[in-house]
């Protein structure tokens, strides 16, 4: 399994081959300890509840699939745009399409290493599901 990310641009591809693995425990290395998911709109989440989010997921089996758009660094943070998608059939058969561009804040921890410090997968998307009026543009919750 690849090593925690040495440069930015890095961790969306880490963060993927951990995910695809299935391993909770590689996935959560992604993330700082008092790092923040929003697994849906307005709803941030830390440390269990973090980690039980990305671990519904995971449980799928479906691989993501990340395509970074742009990774800005200052110092020992960074921002990335991420595009990324979910898509295929459950361990049940059951077709998931889940997608979106993830606003993403990450760090350089004291050993080198870039760690998730907010993982915003929806974005901007995310603040207009919290104002739009139709039920059919919501996406699903982690």
Do not use: C
């Not at 081959?17 to 425990?25: I, K, L, P, V």
């Not at 929003?38 to 671990?55: F, I, K, M, S, W």
């Not at 059951?94 to 080198?112: C, F, I, K, L, N």
Request: glycine share 8%; no cysteine; charged share 25%.
């Amino acid at each position: 399994m690849r090593e925690l990310a040495d440069r930015p641009e890095e961790v969306p591809a880490v963060f993927a081959e951990r995910f695809n693995s299935g391993d909770a425990t590689a996935l959560a290395q992604v993330y700082e300890d008092a790092a923040v998911l929003v697994p849906e709109p307005g709803t941030p989440a830390t440390g269990p509840d973090l980690h039980a989010a990305n671990g519904r997921l995971q449980k799928l089996g479906v691989p993501i699939s990340v395509r970074p758009r742009h990774v800005y660094r200052n110092g020992d943070l960074a921002l990335l745009i991420v595009d990324w998608v979910i898509d295929g059939p459950d361990r049940e058969g059951q077709a998931v399409h889940v997608e979106g561009t993830a606003t993403d804040v990450a760090r350089q921890g004291p050993d080198g290493r870039w760690r998730y410090v907010i993982d915003n997968p929806f974005g901007t998307r995310a603040q207009q599901l919290l104002t739009e009026d139709t039920e059919d543009t919501e996406e699903p919750a982690f």
